[in-house]
């Protein structure tokens, strides 16, 4: 042990020789932590000792508490969100499923979607911006939550014009059948052509971290996502939160001269 490791506080060489062993792969993803009777008797110390090193890992993101089970370490496969090529037409002919669901089941994961809401509104103004709505137009608000094997991923708030949906699934039906979303709109003459995506990263606000079941420390990646088609008309806006410690972004694209 050198001098730094000596004045550091006991939880915190501890947590650092446990994170250590995560990074060095001989605690890989799952495998269960020492308790904290385990660690309070390697390390000589009391179990509140134990106890704050486990927390430490924790607010890392490095490792996730179990109820009644013990603490473990946290899974590092993100689910990456593969750009442009979520939105391919051929995949959605050949599966039936959403850009979401074709992504998780392509990661040898299990999908899950709930739509929460479906509500007329005002949109806010970069939305409306990006849409080119003018003051007093209204567009449908789609709320949907995302998750991969019953884990929380990431929650998505879809804004598309009244004009555009009036009278068809999108504009109040929950459930949107083969296709899903992006073929909802072809049917109505939109098929998706081009996107824009601006992509930021902040800290989660209070009902993110408890809708998300996101650990402490954890920031969120923002996506706002803009639907585009041939005509280069804009005709979706859709704000991703994504829990950044579980999801990745992975964009394959030309460069242009």
């Given amino acids: 042990m050198n ?3 000596e004045r550091q506080p006991p939880s915190r060489r501890i947590a650092e020789e446990l994170r250590a062993a995560i990074m060095r792969g001989d605690l890989g993803d799952g495998d269960q932590l020492p308790s904290e009777r385990d660690l309070a008797a390697r390390y000589a110390t009391a179990r509140n000792t134990a106890r704050e090193a ?3 890992l924790q607010a890392e993101g490095l490792a996730q508490a179990q109820h009644g089970r013990g603490v ?3 899974l590092r496969r ?3 969100r593969m750009g442009r090529d979520r939105y391919s037409r051929r995949a959605r002919n050949e599966t039936g499923l959403s850009p979401f669901r074709i992504e998780v089941e392509r ?3 299990t999908p899950h979607t709930e739509c929460r809401s479906v509500t007329t509104v005002q949109p806010p103004a970069e939305v409306a911006q990006r849409l080119g709505l003018d003051a007093g137009q209204e567009v449908v608000r789609r709320e949907n ?3 991969a094997d019953d884990e929380p991923m990431q929650v998505g708030v879809t804004y598309i014009p009244t004009a555009v949906v009036e009278g068809s699934p999108l504009a109040s039906a929950k459930k949107l059948g083969r296709g899903s979303i992006y073929q909802r709109f072809e049917d109505l003459g939109y098929p998706i052509a081009r996107i824009r995506e601006e992509v930021s990263a902040r800290m989660p606000t209070p009902d993110e971290v408890k809708g998300l079941s996101m650990p402490p420390g954890v920031p969120v990646i923002e996506l ?3 639907s585009l088609d041939g005509d280069g008309r804009a005709f979706e806006v859709t ?3 994504m829990r950044a410690d579980v999801n990745g972004l992975d964009y394959n694209m030309p460069v242009e001269d």
Wanted: proline letters at 4%; aromatic letters at 20%; hydrophobic letters at 45%.
């Fill in 107 to 109: 990661q040898g994961r």
């Fill in 239 to 241: 704000r991703f939160v």
């Fill in 145 to 147: 939550w995302y998750f």
């Fill in 72 to 74: 473990f370490v946290r």
């Fill in 224 to 226: 706002l996502h803009t």
């Fill in 54 to 56: 486990l927390g430490i």
């Fill in 3 to 5: 001098d730094q490791q």
């Fill in 78 to 80: 993100p689910l990456m």
